[in-house]
């Protein structure tokens, strides 16, 4: 099929590199010439596990362009993955749906039927914009053309995405027409043959069951950090509380995992953009939602709490922190945990050590020469007066606990905001252990 991807962002490259990969003919267009450069060269210009791999595999089936005309011209499926950026209220800014639809308006071939999915997480308002922007050109230019406008959510996840698209649990795909039904059935039939859902729904209900997941998934975190602060008092395993709780099978395994909050580009904006949704319409539901939020950034205050009440002070005092990339196999640092604590800790004049597998990158750019930066977790604990583990990184479960112990001072506090050790061994060791 001829699929156009419009914005070459991280949904835009791996949407389009998956679909290219079952040997589809996908035209990506964006604005930027410097990133169309790169791609047209095979680089990409964003870490995702696999995506560079696909980019060059793909190269045959992907062209990536300036031109709107190349990438919306004659194709059957056109997917907009433009940025949503939202403001601190959570008002979605839809400027770049709106630009792009005139640019579909601008482009599309009256002689063939187009389906446009809007894949950017935006309210349902988004899908009324770009209907409008393309009526408004039908009737300036006195054309017809054939389309339908639907949603298909982005429901990867980060490090993840390239498993999560070809092997999805589900596809969300807001529709009205057969015809559209048809095509969508055609693309994702090789993932449907694997026993993926497709789940036909409306265009608006598409949208907003997008903002409703990833609140579902955040509300978990967030109880699970609160039931983590309670079980803390008790001196109970959160752990083991959370295997009991998942073997509900109405509730589940996944996403009951305490840590120091949740982070990453989704989470807070999508909450707050419903909750902006709420106020807007005067619901009562915005006050649970901001909740979410609130309470999600309460557990770096906390931890702050747990270090002056071992130290007193931290003044000069060598903290390291282990993981500053939001969460395990990514580089992205955005709305990151331990980025928050860093914050505060610079307030608090701690003299603060980092390592991070892949974000280190990242965290220079936030904090530059405000803080120090080690190259394995050992170089960063060497006489560090607290330990503390911000993101899950697999290198992170096995630490030489004993060699660490050794070479930081005296009392060692060791912060374990992932839980990923056991206590009983940490405090036999001599660390004073804490968590969320
Ligand atoms: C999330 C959703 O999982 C995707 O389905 C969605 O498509 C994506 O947002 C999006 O809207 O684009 P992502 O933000 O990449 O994906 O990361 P998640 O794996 O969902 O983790 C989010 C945060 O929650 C991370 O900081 C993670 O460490 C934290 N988390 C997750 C926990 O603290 N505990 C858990 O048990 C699970």
């Given at each position: 099929m001829k699929i156009g991807v419009l914005g070459t962002g991280w949904v835009g490259l791996v949407t389009g590199n998956c679909l290219a990969n079952l040997g589809n003919d996908v035209s990506f267009y964006d604005i930027d010439e410097n990133k169309i450069n790169s791609l047209k060269n095979q680089i990409c210009p964003i870490y995702e596990p696999g995506l560079q791999e696909l980019i060059i595999k793909n190269k045959n089936k992907t062209t990536y362009s300036t031109r709107p005309d190349e990438a919306?011209?004659?194709?059957d499926i056109l997917f907009i993955t433009v940025g949503t950026p939202a403001d601190e209220d959570g008002c979605v800014d839809l400027r770049y749906i709106k630009q792009i639809s005139r640019t579909i308006g601008e482009n599309l071939n009256p002689q063939n039927f187009c389906l446009i999915l809007n894949k950017?997480?935006?309210?349902?308002?988004a899908l009324d914009i770009i209907e409008e922007e393309i009526k408004e050109i039908e009737k300036n230019n006195n054309i017809k053309y054939d389309y339908e406008i639907g949603c298909c959510p982005e429901t990867l996840a980060e490090g993840t995405a390239i498993k999560d698209f070809s092997n999805p649990d589900r596809i969300i795909v807001g529709i009205k027409s057969e015809i559209a039904k048809g095509l969508v059935q055609k693309l994702f039939r090789p993932y449907a043959l694997n026993q993926a859902e497709i789940i036909f729904i409306g265009p608006k209900e598409a949208s907003l069951a997008k903002y409703a997941s990833n609140t579902h998934l955040a509300a978990r975190v967030a109880i699970t950090n609160v039931i983590s602060q309670i079980a803390r008092k008790y001196n109970a395993n959160t752990r083991e509380i959370m295997k009991a709780v998942g073997k509900d099978r109405r509730i589940g395994?996944?996403?009951l995992h305490p840590s120091l909050g949740f982070g990453g580009s989704c989470f807070s904006k999508d909450i707050q953009a419903l909750t902006f949704l709420s106020k807007q319409k005067e619901l009562p539901g915005s006050t649970l939602l901001q909740e979410i939020i609130n309470s999600n950034k309460s557990h770096t205050e906390h931890l702050i709490k747990d270090l002056l009440e071992h130290f007193n002070s931290l003044e000069n005092k060598k903290i390291t922190i282990l993981?500053?990339?939001?969460?395990?196999?990514?580089s992205d640092t955005r709305d990151s945990p331990a980025h928050r604590l860093i914050k505060i800790l610079l307030e608090l004049n701690a003299d603060i050590t980092v390592y991070d597998p892949k974000a280190m990158e990242e965290t220079k750019k936030e904090f530059g020469d405000k803080i120090n930066y080690a190259e394995n977790e050992n170089q960063a604990t060497e006489g560090s007066s607290a330990l503390i583990i911000a993101t899950e990184w697999d290198?992170?479960?096995?630490?030489?606990l004993p060699n660490i112990k050794n070479k930081m001072q005296e009392n060692p506090f060791f912060g374990d905001y992932r839980a990923l050790y056991n206590e009983k061994e940490l405090k036999d060791l001599g660390f004073k252990y804490y968590h969320v």
């Open positions: 919306i011209k004659d194709k950017s997480t935006s309210p349902p308002e395994q996944k996403f993981g500053t990339a939001f969460k395990a196999n990514v290198i992170f479960r096995s630490l030489d």
